[in-house]
T-cell receptor, first 114, second 112 residues
Framework: DQQVKQNSPSLSVQEGRISILNCDYT??????FLWYKKYPAEGPTFLIS?????DKNEDGRFTVFLNKSAKHLSLHIVPSQPGDSAVYFC?????????????FGKGTKLSVIP | NAGVTQTPKFQVLKTGQSMTLQCAQD?????MYWYRQDPGMGLRLIYY???????DKGEVPNGYNVSRLNKREFSLRLESAAPSQTSVYFC???????????FGDGTRLSIL
């Protein structure tokens, strides 16, 4: 049973516009969420995170929103740039999971068109 | 600063062969992790080591063993490789707790 779901396998956005990547989760014990970005033939790199005590966290062009009642989070990238083209993974953890194990979604491939 | 280094980058094995994947980090991190990523799937945790001297099973441990050799190194061993273990394997390290994990560039393993 998939506990972290990214229902859009791919997304195309024009350069300069907003990219919105979505993630849903089913385990109500999750209390910490992260987004990772992955380029081909490289490992994932950490992008931004949010704790369940917050509903928004911002870092430059990247903002993550958390809606706990809907068990939904989203990553906004504004403005989108061609270098943002990558696969984005949503991940979740909770303090009860040994060493804060991460559960990943399947990823969304973002293509930013110049 | 190398970060997390995985060797080898590519490997082809025959069914039944054994192999050890190596991982080393130079960030003085306490925790280390092994994941596998299959096509169209997210990363799944195989084993992790919260600190030197400890190891624990993750979501998909069957067919694998690990060794936390010291604080820097965490190896993953396939004793008798099976085609179902064809995957990309990622090693990661982190300070532990809520701190983000840092990933290596992966080992692409094919088992024929």
């Amino acid at each position: 049973d998939q506990q972290v779901k990214q229902n859009s396998p791919s997304l195309s956005v024009q350069e300069g516009r907003i990219s919105i990547l979505n993630c849903d989760y089913t385990n109500s014990m999750f209390d910490y969420f992260l987004w990772y970005k992955k380029y081909p033939a490289e490992g994932p790199t950490f992008l931004i995170s949010i704790s369940s005590i917050k509903d928004k966290n911002e870092d430059g062009r990247f903002t993550v929103f958390l809606n706990k009642s809907a068990k939904h989070l989203s990553l906004h990238i504004v403005p989108s740039q061609p270098g943002d083209s990558a696969v984005y993974f949503c991940a979740a953890s909770y303090s009860g999971a040994g060493s804060y194990q991460l559960t990943f979604g399947k990823g969304t491939k973002l293509s930013v068109i110049p | 600063n190398a970060g997390v280094t995985q060797t080898p980058k590519f490997q082809v094995l025959k069914t039944g062969q054994s192999m050890t994947l190596q991982c080393a980090q130079d960030m003085n991190h306490n925790s280390m992790y092994w994941y596998r990523q299959d096509p169209g799937m997210g990363l799944r945790l195989i084993y992790y080591s919260a600190s030197e001297g400890t190891t624990d099973k993750g979501e998909v441990p069957n067919g694998y063993n690990v060794s936390r050799l010291n604080k820097r190194e965490f190896s993953l061993r396939l004793e008798s490789a099976a085609p179902s273990q064809t995957s990309v394997y990622f090693c990661a390290s982190g300070k532990g707790g809520r701190q983000p994990q840092h990933f290596g560039d992966g080992t692409r393993l094919s088992i024929l």
